[in-house]
């Protein structure tokens, strides 16, 4: 982003009834801050943000909504298993999940677990323990496939565009397991 784009940014955020003080140091900052960012991603999230939110954001406060929409992240743990849940129901695999919601599934056992739970309750709380990390490392790619390469899995990674614009990440994963079934085929 230049420093024009930065300044609307800005714009956007006092005008929403956000703070007055703004410095000749805050457009500067901030555009360092989010330079590597579309503008027309960082205004989506400074639009966002102003529905949402009520106070003043930092810079990765922005970042982190911008990241999330590009990767079609849940906005939260709620929202990440009610995804879950809702497929379940219509019978889907999990090829539709983002890569932290998949991640967290994986880590509590998968669908089957879910499945065959009798009380959600403590399922959920362990999901959304698990999805707290994974949805931080999945708006860092390098950091989910090392994590990933950590557990055993080899987690192939890309960022596809969507019909909408919008892009997602889109991941393959194999364990050690089956990477050995497949050595001894």
Same mark, same amino acid.
């Given at each position: 982003m230049?420093?024009?784009?930065t300044g609307?940014?800005?714009?956007i955020l006092?005008g &929403? ?5 703004? *410095?000749?140091?805050?457009? %500067?900052? =901030?555009?360092q801050?989010?330079?590597?960012? $579309?503008?027309h991603l960082?205004?989506?999230a400074a639009?966002? !943000? @102003?529905?949402?939110r009520?106070?003043?954001p930092y $810079?990765?406060?922005l ?6 929409n590009?990767i079609?992240? %849940?906005?939260?743990?709620?929202e &990440?298993?009610?995804?879950?849940? @809702? ?5 889907r695999? #999990? @090829?539709?999940?983002? $890569?932290? #919601? ?9 669908y089957? &677990?879910v499945?065959?739970?009798d009380?959600?309750t =403590? ?6 323990q698990t999805?707290?990390t &994974?949805?931080i /490392? +999945?708006?860092q $790619?390098? +950091?989910? +496939? ?8 080899? !987690?192939? /990674?890309q960022l @596809? *565009?969507?019909g909408?614009?919008?892009?997602k /990440?889109?991941? *393959?994963? *194999?364990?050690?397991d ?5 050595k001894?085929?």
């Amino acid at each position: 982003m230049n420093k024009a784009e930065t300044g609307k940014i800005i714009a956007i955020l006092v005008g &929403a009834g956000g703070r007055s003080d703004v *410095t000749e140091m805050t457009i %500067p900052v =901030w555009q360092q801050a989010l330079v590597d960012l $579309p503008y027309h991603l960082v205004e989506q999230a400074a639009m966002e !943000w @102003t529905r949402d939110r009520k106070y003043w954001p930092y $810079p990765a406060e922005l970042r982190e909504i911008v990241a999330r929409n590009l990767i079609g992240l %849940p906005a939260d743990a709620g929202e &990440a298993w009610e995804r879950i849940l @809702t497929m379940l129901r219509e019978r889907r695999g #999990t @090829t539709a999940l983002d $890569p932290a #919601t998949k991640v967290a599934l994986d880590r509590i056992g998968g669908y089957a &677990a879910v499945h065959q739970a009798d009380d959600l309750t =403590w399922l959920r709380k362990e999901f959304s323990q698990t999805f707290a990390t &994974a949805k931080i /490392m +999945a708006s860092q $790619p390098e +950091a989910l +496939a090392e994590h990933a390469r950590s557990l055993g899995i080899e !987690w192939d /990674m890309q960022l @596809t *565009t969507l019909g909408n614009g919008k892009m997602k /990440m889109v991941g *393959t994963m *194999t364990t050690r397991d089956q990477r050995e079934k497949g050595k001894n085929q």
